[in-house]
């Protein structure tokens, strides 16, 4: 057989794009897992850059996002908090075995005591504020079957405990419409948070929540700068986009940490 006439260079593409088009046949797709297009390569090369060896999961549920980081490769500390006792019990037999796995049953907000939390009927749309109507039409097996009175903690009051101080953290938040509130728990321990991953909703879903616009703001007036986004919920039938993730850092220039583990924020004073 002669090659002379075939182009190698565009062998590679042109396989690519053949197995692309059968596997969309089939509901599915092949994508380049690189930092610059995908959210999962993305956030890792940024846990590079900021040094993360320590992360909070926040709302974690079952332990779904712990497993999945860690089948992602992130190796370091590993602290998930969860509210609710069923999806906790599910959450602790997960992480047996993951030394540098702890799991706490507690919520995190803006105060420390109890608090009432609505339990969803799928588990993880469970949240502290009222669900609205979008949100269960939109998703039926999400709407609230019971409550559940739990103890809730800031992330100021829980950072000394479960923190390494010599060591920059990241937060990961799917709270169901209480990130902001969590936030708003860490003024005296944001300096030593380096960034943040948080469910945001494009359509207000819970009564009082600050959508998309409002909380990229907020976290631009706390020193974070919007570095991925990552698609969330969307709506089954119209392919609407209900929620997403954003991921969020200290911008390059606070770069590097200081030896006692704090960021080295911009003065406020200064442009």
């Known amino acids: 057989m002669a090659f ?21 046949r089939a509901g599915y797709d092949v994508v380049r897992y690189h930092h610059t297009v995908h959210p999962v390569a993305r956030m890792l090369r ?48 997960r992480a047996v075995g993951d030394r540098d796995w702890t799991v706490v049953q507690m919520g995190l907000g803006d105060f420390s005591g109890q608090a009432t939390i609505n339990i969803a009927g799928n588990s993880e749309s469970s949240s502290f504020l009222k669900m609205l109507p979008r949100h269960a039409v939109a998703a039926p097996n999400s709407t609230y079957v ?4 739990v103890q809730i903690r800031t992330l100021d009051d ?19 419409g209480f990130e902001k509130k969590i936030v708003e728990g860490a003024r005296r321990s944001l300096g030593r948070i380096c960034g943040f991953k948080l469910e945001v909703s494009v359509d207000p879903l819970y009564e009082g929540e600050p959508i998309l616009p409002e909380m990229v703001e907020f976290m631009a007036d706390h020193g974070y700068q919007l570095m991925g986004v990552e698609p969330g919920w969307s709506h089954e039938a119209t392919g609407q986009m209900l929620q997403l993730e954003g991921v969020f850092f200290r911008p390059m220039l606070t770069l590097p940490v200081s030896a006692a583990g704090k960021w080295l924020l911009p003065s406020p004073d200064k442009p």
């Open 158 to 176: 829980v950072l000394e405990q479960y923190a390494d101080p010599n060591q920059p953290l990241f937060v990961k938040l799917d709270t169901q």
């Open 46 to 93: 940024l846990f590079d850059q900021y040094h993360v060896r320590q992360l909070f999961d926040v709302g974690a549920n079952v332990g779904q996002f712990g497993s999945f980081i860690r089948k992602s490769g992130y190796q370091g500390k590993l602290v998930s908090f969860e509210p609710l006792s069923a999806a906790f019990s599910h959450l602790k037999e």
């Open 4 to 24: 002379t006439n075939i182009n190698f260079s565009r062998l590679a593409p042109q396989a690519v794009m053949t197995v692309r088009r059968l596997l969309r």
């Open 146 to 149: 019971g409550t559940e009175t």
